[in-house]
C-alpha cells in the first residue's frame, strides 16, 4: 500500500514570496491533516479535512495561509506571503476517520530567507 | 535534510541495552495514544498504539506502557539498536474530539 505522498521535498523561498504544496494521502483515507513541525517541536495541526471538508482550521493563519481539498482526495497547502518564521517541516497525514490512526508523509522542508 | 529536533532531551544509550522513552500527558480524558519515530530528514513514522483500556502493549521489540492515573505514557524498546536512533513522539486522542496532540518529542542516540 502507497503511504502518503508530498511534494516539493524541499524548497527555498524568499520572504513574501509564495509557495504551494501537494498532498496525496493514503488510498480510501477520509481525514486528511497538514502539520506544521519547527525545529525542535512535535507537529502542531494546521488543518485537517473530512473527505473536502474542513473540521479544524483553529491554528490555521489565515491571513496567510490556505488550503484546499476541492474532490476529497489531494490537497494543497498555500503560504502567500511568506515569512521567516514559516521556515518549517509541514507534514502531511491522513487516517480512516477522526480519531483513527494517522499516517504522515516524509514533509515538505520550507527555508525562508 | 535537516536534523529534527537540536534541543530536544536526549537519551543515550548502549546498543543493546534497554531503552525507556517516557511521555507525560495532558488531557485525563483522552483515550487513545501512539508513538512515532522520526528519523533525520524523514516524517513520524507509527511505531505501536494503545487505547485506554489496556495498561500494555506490546509489538516487535517495543512495549508501550500507559498509566492513566498519573497520565503517563512509556515506550520500551528492547535490545536498542543503532536504527533506532531518532526523535520519539507520543500522541493523545479523545474520542469524539478531532486532534492528536503531540508530546515535544525525546531524541534517542544509541553508542555503538
Known amino acids: 500500500e502507497a503511504g502518503v505522498a508530498q511534494s516539493p521535498r524541499y524548497k527555498i523561498i524568499e520572504k513574501r514570496q509564495s509557495v504551494a504544496f501537494w498532498c496525496n494521502p493514503i488510498?480510501?483515507?477520509?481525514?486528511l491533516y497538514w502539520y506544521q513541525q519547527i525545529l525542535g517541536q512535535g507537529p502542531k495541526l494546521l488543518i485537517q479535512?473530512?473527505?473536502?471538508?474542513?473540521v479544524d482550521d483553529s491554528q490555521l493563519p489565515k491571513d496567510r495561509f490556505s488550503a484546499e481539498r476541492l474532490k476529497g482526495v489531494d490537497s494543497t497547502l498555500k503560504i502567500q506571503p511568506a515569512k521567516l518564521e514559516d521556515s518549517a517541516v509541514y507534514l502531511c497525514?491522513?487516517?480512516w476517520g477522526s480519531g483513527n490512526t494517522i499516517y504522515f508523509g516524509e514533509g515538505s522542508w520550507l527555508t525562508v530567507v | 535534510g535537516e536534523s529534527v529536533g537540536l534541543h530536544l532531551p536526549t537519551l543515550s544509550v548502549q546498543e543493546g541495552d534497554n531503552s525507556i522513552i517516557n511521555c507525560a500527558y495532558s488531557n485525563s480524558a483522552s483515550d487513545y495514544f501512539i508513538w512515532y519515530k522520526q528519523e533525520s530528514g524523514k516524517g513520524p513514522q507509527f511505531i505501536i498504539d494503545i487505547r485506554s483500556n489496556m495498561d500494555k502493549r506490546q509489538g516487535q521489540r517495543v512495549t508501550v506502557l500507559l498509566n492513566k492515573t498519573v497520565k503517563h505514557l512509556s515506550l520500551q524498546i528492547a535490545a536498542t539498536q543503532p536504527g533506532d536512533s531518532a526523535v520519539y513522539f507520543c500522541?493523545?486522542?479523545?474520542?469524539?474530539?478531532?486532534?492528536?496532540?503531540f508530546g515535544t518529542g525525546t531524541r534517542l542516540k544509541v553508542l555503538a
Open positions: 479535512f473530512q473527505n473536502n471538508g474542513v
Open positions: 500522541a493523545e486522542n479523545t474520542s469524539g474530539t478531532y486532534k492528536y496532540i
Open positions: 488510498s480510501g483515507h477520509a481525514t
Open positions: 497525514a491522513s487516517s
